[in-house]
């Protein structure tokens, strides 16, 4: 069982460059999610998803595109790359009624 | 909006040492549930430990255990026998119950502990 998986582990952009970020997950969890992680400010939520086909701004969505085609997975798109998205990209997925959110293992986004 | 506050941005304990880190928090909500995540080196983040407002009795996980504190709105983490394999980052968060469409987790700022040998 993979729990949460998340595709690159690591990568490195120039600015106005575009990627995708994948998150899958294999607990047939309803709920979604994107965060990111800098230096001392904790975890900001961007985007999150109650279900496939449906997607929601969290609190930084500004320069973030998501997509939940399949329910096990949920996308995370930089159309257009900033220095300010150098960051830890999390994904993390929870269940219907289930209280509890369970982590991928983190992307490392440098744009240069 | 809900706020998640961690005052001690560092925190050290000597092995098999207790040791507490706080976390503050508001909130409007009377029910709603409250976390603590650990991040080591390796970055993943791994639930500690958990604890519903509903329920009185503080959680406990092995050596982890919390206090909490509705009325103060208080969410301390108490590590006892504290290990090397202890030290990471942690994370106080919160989340909303069911029913409001966001089910997000609120983070604090994080306390980095570091076990001394």
């Known amino acids: 069982n993979a729990g949460v998986t998340q595709t690159p582990k690591f990568r490195v952009l120039k600015t106005g460059q575009s990627m995708t970020l994948l998150c899958a997950q294999d607990?047939?969890?309803?709920?979604m999610y994107w965060y990111r992680q800098d230096p001392g400010m904790g975890l900001r939520l961007i985007h999150y998803?109650?279900?496939?086909?449906?997607?929601a701004k969290g609190e930084v969505p500004d320069g973030y595109n998501v997509s939940r085609l399949k329910k096990q997975n949920f996308l995370l798109g930089l159309e257009s790359a900033a220095p300010s998205q150098t960051s830890v990209y999390f994904c993390?997925?929870?269940?219907?009624?289930?209280?509890?959110?369970?982590f991928g293992p983190g992307t490392r986004l440098l744009v240069l | 909006a809900q706020t998640v506050t961690q005052s001690q941005p560092e925190m050290s304990v000597q092995e098999a040492e207790t040791v507490t880190l706080s976390c503050t928090y508001d909130t409007s909500e009377s029910d709603y549930y409250l976390f603590w995540y650990k991040q080591p080196p390796s970055r993943q983040m791994i639930l500690v430990i958990r604890q519903e407002a509903y329920k009185q009795q503080n959680a406990t996980e092995n050596r982890f255990s919390v206090n909490f504190q509705k009325a103060a709105k208080s969410f301390s983490l108490k590590i006892s026998d504290s290990q090397l394999g202890d030290a990471a980052m942690y994370f106080c968060?919160?989340?909303?119950?069911?029913?409001?469409?966001?089910?997000?987790?609120?983070f604090g700022t994080g306390t980095r502990l570091t076990i001394i040998p």
């Open positions: 998803s109650v279900g496939e086909g449906t997607t």
């Open positions: 993390a997925s929870a269940g219907f009624f289930q209280e509890t959110q369970y």
């Open positions: 607990m047939n969890h309803e709920y």
């Open positions: 968060a919160y989340r909303r119950p069911e029913g409001f469409g966001n089910e997000k987790l609120t």
